[in-house]
Each structure stands twice: as C-alpha cells, then as structure tokens.
C-alpha cells in the first residue's frame, strides 16, 4: 500500500508471489494481490528456473495457493521456458494425483506437450504411475500422441497393468473363465482313458492315461508282454529277437527253430 514494487526479483528471480507461494502462504499471496494497484503484479512472470508462480505451487503441493492464482487469472497452462513443462506435467512427474485432478477439474489441457513433444500421459506411463494413468485417460488424454521421437504414451510404457489401461483393456469386465482341465484330470473322464489295452493288445501308454493307471516302466530292451501272450509250454526253447516279442499287432511271432534241429 505504501508503493513497494510486487515484481522486485531476489537473487533466484523469484517475485513476492514466488515466495508466497514456495513458503506455502496463500494468506501473504492473497494480501500481496490484494493490496497491490491493479496491474502491478504479472503472474506469468518467470524465475530463473522457467517458472511460473503457479508452477511454485503445484510443486510445492499448496492447493490454496493454486486455486488463489487461478481465480486471479493465471495461466493454468503456461510452461516454464526450459523445458516447456506446463503445471499438470508439473504434477504428474511429482506423482501428486490430487493435484493433477484440481489442474483437471480446472480446466487443464490433458494432451499439452512440453518441447520434446510429450504429454503428461507420456510421463504418467513412462514412470508407471498407475493412478495417474487412469486419471488421465478417463479426462480424455490422447493415448496415440507421438512426442519427437515418435513415441506414444503406449510404446514408452513398461508396466503390463498400464498398458492395459491404455488399450482399454482394464476398463472391461473379465470374461468368467472355467480353468481348463489338466491332463491329469482329464484322464479319469475321458472315454480313451477307460480303455487300458491298445489295438496290439499291450497297455496303453499315451498322455490321457493318469499316472495312477499307468502300468509300471518295463527294464531298458525288456518290454513286458501281456500273460495271454506267453508261449506254450510244450514248444520247444526258441530265440526270440531283442526288439520284442511281437512282430505284428495281436500276434506273437512263431518260435525260431533250435540250432542243430531239422
């Protein structure tokens, strides 16, 4: 009231209404704008770091502040001037989704790129920042935005649940799926299970059958032959060949004649 200039700079450039707001004072921001004479205070002036006074608060997390600046005019998406950032990029890299939701509510652009071409969903999906994903996505952020590398927010995401969400995925209902039967299981209600000799009349090995009825592993070159299959007393001793006693389905092969014999 006593004519001090609102736009003094300190060493950093920071104006009163930088400090008001880093010190988290919306009180000292409210006297500050309203005592000065109208015109006076330039809330887009940047500090040393790009800044705005608004980008000061949404960092510093002081809704007040932000709510006061934007009744007073402030631009809710100017960027800073290194690297274009505007306050809900802000936000969504310091992972405050209460303020990224009061930037919304307030009529933030969702799809506002900073100088290398991303967004603030290129930075949510980026950092996995899964409730920020959601938030963004449901305000309507372009999940198909390419920055200047030509990335979308999908091809820089690497968490599977977010993905999803960029698909569209999450926000469908899950289809209720039976799980399916394991071979184990599926053995005892299977009609090929029921059956335990094969068309050659030895016991059935194949992937159906359940361990439980699977007969028990014959020694290496010895296979077990099923007892209808034994030859006949009265024959005489014959050699029989190492790859088996059958040498076609169902029928055994003849005995060999003995050496020496007619």
């Known amino acids: ?5 609102p736009m003094a700079l300190d ?3 920071q104006t009163a209404a930088h400090l008001a707001c880093e010190h988290r004072s919306p009180t000292c921001l409210r006297a500050l704008l309203d005592s000065a004479a ?3 205070v330039d809330l887009e002036a940047r500090n040393y770091d790009g800044l705005t006074a608004l980008h ?4 510093m997390e002081c809704p007040e502040a932000v709510l006061l600046l934007l009744e007073r005019g402030a631009d809710i998406d100017a960027v800073d001037i290194k690297s274009g950032r505007s306050p809900l990029i802000h936000a969504v890299e310091n992972n405050s989704l209460s303020m990224v939701q009061l930037l919304l509510q307030h009529g933030a652009n969702v799809n506002a790129q900073m100088y290398s071409g991303s967004s603030a969903l290129h930075s949510a999906s980026g950092r996995g920042l899964l409730p920020l994903v959601r ?5 309507g952020a372009d999940s198909g935005l390419k920055n200047c590398h030509n ?13 999803d969400i960029l698909r569209g ?3 469908r209902p899950a289809p209720a799926s039976q799980p ?5 299981r599926s053995a005892t209600t299977s009609p090929e299970s029921s059956s335990l000799l094969s068309s050659n009349g030895l016991l059935s090995t194949s992937p159906s059958s359940s361990p439980s009825q699977s007969p028990p592993k014959d020694p290496p070159g010895f296979p077990m032959a099923p007892p209808s299959f034994f030859l006949p007393p009265s024959s005489p001793p014959g050699f029989l060949p190492f790859a088996g006693v059958l040498r076609a389905p169902g029928r055994p092969m003849p005995p060999s004649p003995a050496p020496g014999g007619s």
Do not use: Q
């Open 1 to 5: 009231m006593a004519g001090a200039s």
């Open 11 to 13: 060493r950093h450039g």
């Open 38 to 40: 109208p015109g006076t």
């Open 56 to 59: 000061v608060a949404v960092n």
């Open 135 to 139: 938030t963004l996505v449901r305000s």
């Open 151 to 163: 990335d979308t927010p999908l091809m820089v995401a690497r968490s599977r649940r977010v993905i």
């Open 169 to 171: 995925k999450a926000t």
């Open 180 to 184: 399916e039967p394991s071979p184990e």
